[in-house]
């Protein structure tokens, strides 16, 4: 049998203290980047249709939506009002006037029974839920990355048009931050 060498031992063994460690480098850069992850995910153009109930938020202080707009059972509006009624698969030009409805490709809600709400949580709770495959409609942390890489729904936060505030954020930025969480191992923050 072939023993390692005791540097090889030694190496491994502070790697994995490194990242297991709070308070490490690892520890507070997955920590950095979890809060670039929270401030996105819990911005208006993300939790307004992230919601706990089934009417979703409209604007930026999330005013409950006009018209009694209601999630349906498949996220895409009660019966007789789909989210499609009124939502088209793009932004209207600012000539449509002001308060006209936004759009991008395949406008909806999460479905009921998979709501991944993002507000009013803390970073661990946010972060637990959203690694939940139960909530987040059996996603892994890849799915993941590639949902907030390039669904266009997604997308519409950083162009949302009208005078509504874009994320903050550089999608880029974001994206980068995710990734790098993701490479992790999806780290939560302590509770």
């Given at each position: 049998m072939t023993r390692a060498p005791s540097f090889q031992i030694q190496a491994f063994v502070a790697l994995a203290f490194l990242f297991a460690v709070p308070g490490t480098q690892?520890?507070?850069d997955s920590a950095s980047d979890?809060?670039?992850?929270?401030?996105?995910l819990q911005h208006p153009r993300c939790?307004?249709?992230h919601i706990p109930g089934d009417a979703p938020l409209q604007f930026d202080e999330g005013r409950p939506h006009a018209q009694s707009v209601q999630r349906g059972p498949d996220?895409?509006?009660?019966?007789?009002l789909a989210c499609s009624t009124c939502h088209g698969t793009k932004n209207?030009?600012?000539s449509y006037g002001d308060h006209v409805p936004p759009g991008a490709p395949n406008w909806h809600l999460p479905p009921p029974d998979k709501k991944m709400v993002f507000i009013n949580l803390g970073a661990h709770e946010?972060?637990?839920?959203?690694k939940d495959t139960q909530q987040n409609n059996g996603k892994d942390l890849a799915a993941l990355l590639e949902h907030v890489d390039h669904d266009q729904l997604v997308l519409w936060g950083w162009n949302?048009?009208?005078?509504?505030?874009?994320?903050?954020?550089?999608h880029?930025?974001?994206?980068?931050?995710?990734?790098?969480?993701v490479d992790a191992g999806g780290p939560c923050p302590a509770s």
């Open positions: 690892a520890a507070t979890f809060a670039v992850i929270q401030k996105v939790q307004n249709c996220g895409k509006g009660a019966p007789g209207l030009p600012a946010l972060c637990t839920r959203l949302p048009g009208q005078d509504r505030a874009p994320v903050p954020i550089a880029a930025d974001f994206v980068a931050a995710f990734k790098r969480w």
